[in-house]
């Protein structure tokens, strides 16, 4: 990697196959993740909703699942439905992810969709090989999505560098996601008042502090629900809430469902 401020990292996480069977029919399976994620159907269709707007999921194109949104994925015709996904993460030197920036629309079309599949079959064959292979699946992946990049991206204008002091905030916030926000100790870390410190995160990365933290804490608590056994009052302790209903209600607020049903509906996916 580069050392300097438009440096970024490619990494591939996954490249699952997922088939439902003809008679198989839902309405409300979820996806919710911080990572990219490019839906590619080989057969049959589905249907992903993003609130309420719908995108059909074919053969034809490629779908993008938003990050950090509820969305839930239906099969409600008869016929066999299989996708590849393409799992991903594109992290500017910062740590900032890129694909958070809406950098592709939820839909497109590539005019090469049968070229496409083919070799994401011999990605995902290669991934499940030795060091080597994965390298050459991880290059080819990075190269199908710069591609799409290309044909399709929104790349955002170049911006000023960030503040230093911001990244060193960033990353201690996130590295506390799993306890308390307190402003007045952060802002004092970074030598700045309250709103000096709200206005310059805000300026570098679009949100304000609060709001990261809140994100990269629903980020933990879907990972901790979906990656352990831990029971939801666990889970609940772990992120600072002293109160399992109030967890529950704080959870169902960002993801429409309570986190028993997220844990489910998931692991059933």
């Known amino acids: 990697m580069l050392a300097d401020d438009t440096a970024w990292t490619f990494r591939l996480l996954s490249v699952p196959r997922s088939t439902h069977a003809a008679a198989e029919r839902f309405t409300d399976a979820p996806q919710w993740s911080s990572d990219l994620h ?34 839930r994925w239906e099969k409600r015709g008869a016929g066999v439905w299989t996708m590849l996904n393409l799992h991903a993460r594109l992290d500017e030197a910062d740590g900032m992810a890129l694909h958070e ?14 070229a496409i599949h083919a070799r994401l079959g011999l990605i995902q064959q290669q ?62 870390e970074v030598a700045l008042s309250v709103s000096q410190c709200n206005r310059r995160f805000r300026a570098s990365y679009r949100l304000s502090p609060k709001a990261y933290w809140q994100q990269c804490r629903f980020a933990l608590a879907q990972t901790m629900l979906l990656s352990s056994s831990d029971s939801i009052k666990q889970v609940a302790e772990a992120l600072g809430f002293s109160d399992i209903y109030y967890f529950s209600r704080w959870f169902t607020q960002h993801c429409q469902m309570p986190p028993t049903a997220f844990r489910r509906q998931h692991r059933e996916m």
């Open 38 to 71: 490019l839906i590619h159907t080989v057969e049959g269709f589905g249907i992903l909703n993003v609130g309420r707007e719908r995108y059909e999921s074919t053969p034809g194109n490629v779908l993008v699942v938003p990050p950090y949104r509820h969305c």
């Open 127 to 188: 991934w499940g090989g030795d060091v080597v292979q994965r390298g050459i699946a991880a290059s080819s992946a990075l190269a199908i999505i710069m591609s799409y990049l290309v044909a399709f991206g929104r790349v955002p204008a170049e911006a000023a560098p960030r503040d230093p002091r911001m990244r060193q905030l960033r990353e201690r916030i996130r590295s506390q996601a799993g306890g308390h926000f307190d402003a007045t100790m952060l802002a004092r």
């Open 101 to 114: 920036q809406s950098l592709l629309p939820i839909s497109f079309a590539p005019d090469d969709m049968a």
